[in-house]
Nanobody, 127 residues
Framework: QVQLEEAGGGLVQAGGSLRLSCASS????????MGWFRQAPGKEREFVAA????????GYADSVKGRFIIFRDDSKNTVYLQMNSLKSEDTALYYC????????????????????WGQGTQVTVSS
């Protein structure tokens, strides 16, 4: 069982930056591809970014490409989402998730692929 806990959310002005973290307690995340998703009020949860188990491949939603960076530090059992040039439309509850079945260089954008989820951290961007 993997328990994930997100941190780092908060209120930030448009154009600002935040770094989210997702720490695993229990099992190491080194065996899992990791993803970030978000859900804005009244909308469905959507893919934001993912990193392969090896860390060698990453993928981003078009809406965040060039602004967000996902990276992992397996020695700290943590995956991060660096968010720059934030916009009001980035306001959402951000979730991290772990995928135990992905191959070393694979990652997925679909929620059904992920086995464990955190509780989320709120990001609010004021314009």
């Amino acid at each position: 069982q993997v328990q994930l806990e997100e941190a780092g959310g908060g209120l930030v002005q448009a154009g600002g930056s935040l770094r989210l973290s997702c720490a695993s307690s229990g099992r190491s995340i080194s065996s899992y591809a990791m993803g970030w998703f978000r859900q804005a009020p009244g909308k469905e949860r959507e893919f934001v970014a993912a990193v392969s188990r090896s860390g060698g491949r990453t993928g981003y939603a078009d809406s965040v490409k060039g602004r967000f960076i996902i990276f992992r530090d397996d020695s700290k059992n943590t995956v991060y989402l660096q968010m720059n040039s934030l916009k009001s439309e980035d306001t959402a509850l951000y979730y991290c998730a772990a995928d135990r079945r992905a191959a070393s260089l694979a990652f997925y954008r679909t929620q059904d692929e992920y086995d464990w989820w955190g509780q989320g951290t709120q990001v609010t961007v004021s314009s």
